[in-house]
């Protein structure tokens, strides 16, 4: 018997897998475990160990929904914690386009924009974050410093008030 028909055989064999790769579509680089715990930040990663995670979690294509508005957020407070504000930003506007009520995307992206000098716009967030959740302390407290910054000596005071209804432990 000849190599001739396992010759063949073989380039059809190749030419039919190599059909198949440019035909299918492949899967999303999937993540590990280890990404999704730093992600959700399990077994304290560092900022870039969660950045990381998330960042697989969200070019997996597996999530949506709830679920990937959550991985935006956890990404965005990692970058916060980082100082890129207008990184965590961009992220909180993900999570927030994804779940229109998620409240503490407002209220930390609220304090992104106050952390870069734009006080109108974290007021604003702070806004839609006490309207979505009216027992948030963290809230008012944070709305009532950014009032401060802006001048409004009566709203500050208003808002510190309330933060300390609902969570008497607010720091003085």
């Known amino acids: ?12 064999m190749m030419g039919a897998m190599a059909l198949a790769s440019i035909t299918c579509v492949r899967p999303a680089q999937a993540q590990t475990k280890q990404q ?4 959700e930040l399990k077994n304290n990663p560092t900022n870039e160990q969660q950045i990381d995670g998330c960042t697989a979690m969200i ?3 597996w999530y949506s929904g709830q679920s990937l508005a959550a991985a935006f957020y956890n990404r965005a407070n ?9 990184r965590s930003i961009q992220d909180y506007d993900e ?3 994804l779940n229109p009520g998620f409240a503490s995307a407002f209220y930390n992206r609220g304090n992104a924009f ?4 734009q006080i109108e716009r974290a007021i604003q967030d702070f806004d839609e974050a006490i309207r979505l959740n009216p027992s948030s302390a963290n809230a008012f407290f944070s709305r009532s410093i950014a009032k401060t910054r802006k001048g409004d000596k009566a709203g500050a005071a208003a808002d510190m008030a309330q933060a300390r209804r ?3 432990n607010i720091p003085k």
């Open 59 to 61: 070019q997996s294509n």
């Open 95 to 97: 999570a927030i386009k």
């Open 1 to 12: 018997m000849s190599a001739r028909p396992y010759f063949i055989a073989g380039v059809m």
């Open 36 to 39: 999704i715990d730093a992600c």
């Open 114 to 117: 106050g952390n870069k000098g």
């Open 166 to 168: 609902i969570n008497p």
């Open 78 to 86: 990692a970058y916060s914690r980082k100082g890129e504000f207008d």
